[in-house]
Nanobody
């Protein structure tokens, strides 16, 4: 089992930046791919970004490419999502997820472990 706890959400003006963190605990000795997803009010949860265990491979949704950067520090069992040039449409609850895939999947079905989420609100 892996427990995930997100932090770093908040209220920011359009054009601003936030950095989300996701701390993992429990069975962290396994090599997990980590992903970020988000869910806006009234919408389905959608993929944002993913990173493989070594950090050598990343994948982004088109909507955030060039603005968001996913990274990880395995010594700290933490994955990050740096979000720049934020837009009101980025407003959502952001979830961290962990999975055993060797690649960087975008489907939530590849991630059995999930955090509780952190709210990001971008005002116009």
């Amino acid at each position: 089992q892996v427990q995930l706890v997100e932090s770093g959400g908040g209220l920011v003006q359009a054009g601003g930046s936030l950095r989300l963190s996701c701390a993992a605990s429990g069975r962290t000795s396994s090599r997990y791919t980590m992903g970020w997803f988000r869910q806006a009010p009234g919408k389905e949860r959608e993929f944002v970004a993913a990173i493989n265990w070594s950090g050598s491979n990343t994948y982004y949704a088109d909507s955030v490419k060039g603005r968001f950067t996913i990274s990880r520090d395995n010594a700290k069992n933490t994955v990050y999502l740096q979000m720049n040039s934020l837009k009101p449409e980025d407003t959502a609850v952001y979830f961290c997820a962990a999975g055993a895939s060797a690649s960087v999947p975008a489907s939530e079905w590849d991630y059995p472990y999930w955090g509780q989420g952190t709210q990001v609100t971008v005002s116009s």
